[in-house]
């Protein structure tokens, strides 16, 4: 059975399942001009109304902006990392709710937004992964891991920006929140992969870079929870995780 090695410490495992935000490739990168964006068509479309964002612009999605209004960080605890497709269209819809737009509504206003940022999402094209991350994935093909992604994006968009990095073909089983009844922290998703991939949990590894990863691997019985902080500053959020590692060069497939 390969082992994955991090330091002086061993696993064996038969799959490793990733998030792919923030781990396979750059979450701000790809996801700050969309929130840029559908934050700049609620504050419009607000403002046509008399109204603006309760609690801020920066609070809503979580966010970090600049004098110009685009994003230049974000809460690795909040909705833009985290949170699920509904669960973002439905803290955006609530604004119009809150300012007098009926719910039905709202949401359709919401999608509407999300559609017009995906869209030009699609255009360009944003996706980069990290370093080290291509030669990693090629060394658990040589050992015979199986792989999977465990996304709180949908699961066909998912594999469209797998397709961007030319990474599609690593990955015996890509699984989103629409996949399943339940997603992050819950165990669904990882169950979910590991059934699809013909592994036990306990013979897994799941490598994620929030500390929803790291729960649902916990809840699901994984072998090793990995998080991963780009940023060795910023590893508090990741209280879960067993191992946090700031490299994929870390990373070796011993077999």
């Known amino acids: 059975m390969p082992e994955l090695q991090m330091g002086t410490r061993l696993e064996p495992c038969r799959a490793i399942l990733f998030d792919k935000d923030g781990t396979l490739l750059h979450f701000l990168q790809m996801w700050g001009p969309w929130a840029g964006s559908v934050l700049n068509m609620m504050e ?9 964002i309760i609690g801020g612009k920066e609070r809503l999605l979580g966010t970090v902006l600049d004098r110009q209004g685009c994003v230049t960080g974000y809460d690795l605890r909040g909705p833009l990392a985290m949170g699920t497709v509904e669960e973002t269209t439905g803290l955006l819809a609530w604004q119009l709710y809150a300012a007098g737009v009926p719910w039905d509504e709202a949401v359709m206003q919401v999608r509407h937004f999300s559609k017009t940022a995906m869209a030009d999402l699609r255009d360009r094209r944003p996706a980069q992964a990290f370093p080290g991350l ?11 891991l199986k792989l999977g992604v465990v996304t709180s994006d949908a699961g066909k968009e998912a594999e469209e920006h797998l397709r961007w990095l030319g990474f599609r073909r690593h990955f015996g089983a890509v699984v989103g929140y629409d996949d399943v009844r339940e997603g992050k922290p819950s165990p669904d998703m990882v169950l979910r992969a590991c059934e699809e991939l013909d592994v036990a949990p306990a013979d897994t590894v799941i490598i994620g870079d929030s500390n929803g990863d790291m729960k649902m691997g916990k809840h699901a019985g994984v072998r090793l929870k990995l998080g991963f902080a780009p940023d060795p500053k910023l590893t508090e959020h990741l209280a879960d995780a067993d191992i946090i590692f700031h490299s994929y060069e870390d990373l070796q497939v011993r077999f």
Do not use: H, T
């Not at 419009?44 to 603006?52: C, P, T, W, Y």
């Not at 291509?134 to 015979?144: D, H, I, K, T, V």
């Open 44 to 52: 419009q479309q607000l403002a046509v109304i008399g109204a603006e």
């Open 134 to 144: 291509s030669a990693f994935l090629e060394q658990c093909r040589a050992a015979g």
